[in-house]
């Protein structure tokens, strides 16, 4: 019988995107097979700490654990860590007698489903890199690039890539001289425009702004998430996704789209995407021609691949109804692994089902470390 793999599976984290990584971590940790995957559910709370099995498994509704054994729920104490030290790789208890840290459970690969700051902006990638553990998704410089809008923006512009006219500025600078920063605006984009963190997910922090009031709450309302803000024009755009899937060789799904069926969801906030209201409805695969679709597919890779992707990723993009042209917005290195999210949506539409998802993606992280693996680390003279 082969051996089962162990999967830790982290959610929460320090980021305003907490409560959807809860959903996700649900998502993912229903859908590992039982007989293929021994499941370590790992919670990070808002504060930072790390909960081990029992503690985070509580954060789960009760059908999600059943994939999760005794043994593993009983194998760590309440607080534990990932220590960057290939040699202790796996999940250490920091409850341990007399404050040794015992390694409690080996860990043969991480799924991170940690969205927004501390969790998709490469820190956590990072710190798997150091642990010498296999991972789910982008490393540390794509989950970087990919986090800041603005450096991203920059890349897909410098790599010919199609983006909308944007710019952006420090919280310190607005503090310092917010008439100048409005009159900037005004004159470089105007109105109407969308305002936002430039580290952060999920519509969280973002505002339209329709006149110099309205954007200048909008910046307060973005600075107290980020000390970056970028500012992007408003257009009138319908909002298509593509979600891509591999290392190497990475394949795009048909594209979905997110059609308003109320004239009062201006734009696809936090609320929109996650409350569920039915004034947004995510189609796949989106009513566009075979002709866009593929035109689609073949930009997402790219973008993917301009910023050295690996696992997944979900690349949104604008067409604007006026002429018709065909703008990324951005990328998401970690997106959403909800019951209602896009990205399962859109693989499932091209034939990948959740299940088959999660184990490819499996597959590609544990691939992705046998190829990093094979790098030397040190020079023999």
């Known amino acids: 019988m082969t051996k089962k793999l162990r999967v830790g599976v982290i959610f929460g984290g320090r980021s305003g995107e907490h409560e959807v990584s809860l959903r996700s971590g649900r998502a993912v940790v229903e859908a590992l097979d039982q007989r293929k995957y021994d499941v370590v559910p790992i919670a990070i709370t808002k504060e930072g700490r790390w909960l081990g099995p029992a503690e985070a498994a509580r954060l789960l509704p009760a059908g999600a654990t059943r994939s999760i054994t005794k043994e593993t729920l009983a194998g760590s104490g309440e607080s534990v860590a990932i220590i960057g030290d290939p040699s202790r790789r796996g999940l250490h208890d920091l409850d341990g007698v007399n404050g040794e840290r015992a390694t409690a459970l080996p860990l043969d690969v991480v799924f991170p489903v940690l969205h927004g700051t501390y969790g998709e902006d490469g820190t956590i990638q990072g710190l798997l890199e150091m642990a010498g553990v296999p991972y789910v998704g982008c490393g540390v410089l794509a989950s970087a690039c990919g986090m800041d809008k603005v450096v991203m923006k920059t890349l897909f512009r410098d ?42 997910g999920s519509s969280v922090g973002i505002s339209r702004a329709a006149d110099r009031l309205s954007l200048e709450k909008a910046i307060e309302l973005a600075a107290r998430y980020d000390r970056k ?3 992007e024009e ?8 593509c979600a891509v899937l591999g290392n190497d060789e990475p394949q795009a799904s048909l594209p979905g789209e997110y059609v308003v069926h109320d004239e009062h969801a201006k734009f696809l906030d936090y609320t929109e ?14 009513p566009i021609s075979k002709q866009l679709t593929t035109r689609v597919q073949r930009i997402a890779v790219q973008a993917f691949q301009t910023v050295d992707g690996a696992g997944l990723a ?11 042209e065909l703008l990324i917005n951005e990328l998401n290195t970690l997106p959403g692994f909800t019951e209602i999210s896009g990205y399962p949506k859109m693989w499932a539409a091209s034939g990948v089902q ?18 990093k693996s094979r790098n030397e680390t040190s020079i023999t003279m």
């Not at 790599?159 to 919280?171: I, K, N, S, T």
């Not at 920063?181 to 005004?186: C, I």
């Not at 995407?273 to 989106?286: C, D, I, L, Q, S």
């Not at 979900?314 to 018709?324: C, E, P, S």
């Open 314 to 324: 979900r690349v949104d993009f604008f067409l604007r109804r006026d002429t018709g």
């Open 229 to 231: 803000i970028i500012i």
């Open 273 to 286: 995407k996650y409350a569920n209201t039915g004034r947004v409805e995510f189609v796949v695969p989106a």
């Open 234 to 241: 408003g257009l009138d755009a319908r909002e298509i996704e």
């Open 354 to 371: 959740f299940p088959q998802l999660v184990e490819r993606l499996i597959n590609l992280a544990i691939e992705r470390y046998q190829d």
């Open 159 to 200: 790599a010919g890539l199609p983006v909308c006219r944007y710019l952006w500025f420090l919280r310190t600078d607005w503090e310092a001289d917010k008439a100048k920063t409005l009159r900037r605006v005004t004159r470089e984009i105007g109105f109407p425009c969308f305002v936002k963190p430039a580290n952060l």
